[in-house]
């Protein structure tokens, strides 16, 4: 089974930045697509950020040019970068593969809380 280890959240003001890390384990990382998800409260988990195993990225729109992701496969590590942070990324972050096993809980860790507010 996949293990999923998101850090790097917080609390952050309006235009300020913060980089996420994803550590993963329990799969063939390396040749695994993966992205982060990020879930805000009251609505749905959200695919906000994709990275092929050869390194092509793809975004939402509402953080394409504010974000972006990146994967180390040497340390079965994908990373998100976060700058120009807005009131409305406020969520908590998810790593996962794409598609993900499931959308249990069990195949999903714990994420990472990302607050941005003056």
């Known amino acids: 089974q996949v293990q999923l280890v998101e850090s790097g959240g917080g609390l952050v003001q309006p235009g300020g930045s913060l980089r996420l890390s994803c550590a993963a384990s329990?799969?063939?990382?390396?040749?695994?697509?993966m992205g982060w998800y990020r879930q805000a409260p009251g609505k749905q988990r959200a695919l906000v950020a994709a990275?092929?195993?050869?390194?092509?990225?793809n975004y939402q729109a509402s953080v394409k040019g504010r974000f972006a992701i990146s994967r180390d496969n040497a340390k079965n590590t994908v990373y998100l970068q976060m700058n120009n942070l807005k009131p409305e990324d406020t969520a908590v972050y998810y790593c996962?593969?794409?598609?993900?096993?499931?959308?249990?809980?069990?195949?999903w860790g714990q994420g990472t809380q990302v607050t941005v507010s003056s």
């Open positions: 990275i092929t195993s050869g390194g092509s990225t």
């Open positions: 996962n593969a794409i598609p993900p096993t499931s959308w249990a809980n069990d195949d």
């Open positions: 329990g799969r063939i990382f390396s040749t695994t697509t």
